[in-house]
């Protein structure tokens, strides 16, 4: 199981990109997670946990949010959200794996 080299995750709050960042974490293994854009904004996806926030180098896994692949088990990241029609689309990190589904907005609810 690896994730794909190159997939680029929404903020699912508000949307924005997230970029790329690399985590020195205290052991050996240095994550990879997306950052959301916004200086002001805490949310960070990770491929084994989905969405949570990051608040001064921790990880609040309380505010979490996890949406599972129903093909792999993988965490679905936001992948595009469509204004007009109010839907998020939701696809899967992993390599080989092409689910991809589409959701109502949580702001058209
Ligand atoms: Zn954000
Ligand atoms: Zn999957």
New binding site residues.
């Given amino acids: 199981m690896s994730s794909k080299p190159q997939f680029s995750p929404l903020?699912?709050?508000?949307?924005?990109t997230?970029r790329h960042v690399m985590l020195e974490e205290d052991s050996e293994d240095v994550r990879s997670c997306y950052a959301?854009?916004?200086r002001?904004?805490?949310?960070v996806f990770r491929d084994s946990n989905g969405y949570s926030d990051r608040i001064e180098g921790i990880f609040d896994d309380s505010r979490g949010f996890t949406q599972g692949c129903p093909r792999c088990g993988s965490a679905l990241y936001l992948a595009a959200v469509n204004h007009s029609r109010k839907t998020e689309t939701w696809e899967c990190p992993q390599t080989g794996c092409d689910f991809s589904e589409d959701f109502p907005s949580p702001a058209a609810r």
Avoid: P, W
């Avoid at 002001?40 to 949310?43: E, F, G, L």
């Fill in positions: 903020c699912d709050v508000h949307h924005a997230m959301c854009e916004r002001d904004c805490t949310r």
